[in-house]
């Protein structure tokens, strides 16, 4: 039963264009919400992140929206660029513990 | 600018052996994760620790040992190793309760 799930296992996207990943989760409880990127042969790199009392975050050309409501996130990448091409997790739990559940990922590519 | 490191990078080992994984940080970091991810599934975390001599469980603690004798350094180790513990680890130190910063990783093959 997986409690986080991002069904798009890959996403190509044109440099300049917006990149738009998703991630949803089924734990109301669920009330932190963090994304990363992972480039081969990499640890994963934390990213961005948004407490369930927002709807959205913004950190340069990352921006996390969360719709609370259809316990839904997304990641938006405005503009892409080429260096971007990694797989994206998502992470959500709940903020008093330390037990986060990972989504299984979405490979992004940027074409130049 | 060594962030966390892990050692060894890969590793093969035949069942019923047994090793351990080194995770060293250097940002002084409270907290200290261990996580495995396997093909098809996300991140899962092993045991993890709040603080110098404190350790927990996480989601798929079984058949694995956790220390940490010193604040730089999370030890994982496994008594017998089984096949289903091929996987490649994850270690993560942070100042909260959400993994910041990650190892490399080690690419561990169970015989």
């Known amino acids: 039963d997986q409690q986080v799930k991002q069904n798009s296992p890959s996403l190509s996207v044109q440099e300049g264009r917006i990149s738009i990943l998703n991630c949803d989760y089924t734990?109301?409880?669920?009330?932190?919400f963090l994304w990363y990127k992972k480039y081969p042969a990499e640890g994963p790199t934390f990213l961005i992140s948004i407490s369930s009392i927002k709807d959205k975050n913004e950190d340069g050309r990352f921006t996390v929206f969360l719709n609370k409501s259809a316990k839904h996130l997304s990641l938006h990448i405005v503009p892409s660029q080429p260096g971007d091409s990694a797989v994206y997790f998502c992470?959500?739990?709940?903020?008093?513990?330390?037990?986060?559940?990972f989504g299984t990922g979405t490979r992004l590519k940027v074409l130049a | 600018n060594a962030g966390v490191t892990q050692t060894p990078k890969f590793r093969v080992l035949k069942t019923g052996q047994s090793m351990t994984l080194l995770c060293a940080q250097d940002?002084?970091?409270?907290?200290m994760y261990w996580y495995r991810q396997d093909p098809g599934m996300g991140l899962r975390l092993i045991h993890y620790?709040?603080?110098?001599?404190?350790?927990a469980k996480g989601e798929v603690p079984d058949g694995y040992n956790v220390s940490r004798l010193k604040k730089q350094n999370f030890l994982l180790g496994l008594e017998s190793a089984a096949p289903s513990q091929t996987s490649v680890y994850f270690c993560a130190s942070s100042t909260g309760r959400q993994p910041q910063h990650f190892g490399d990783g080690t690419r561990l093959s169970i015989l």
């Open positions: 734990n109301s409880m669920f009330d932190y």
């Open positions: 620790s709040v603080g110098e001599g404190t350790t």
């Open positions: 992470a959500s739990g709940t903020s008093g513990t330390y037990k986060y559940i």
């Open positions: 940002m002084n970091h409270e907290y």
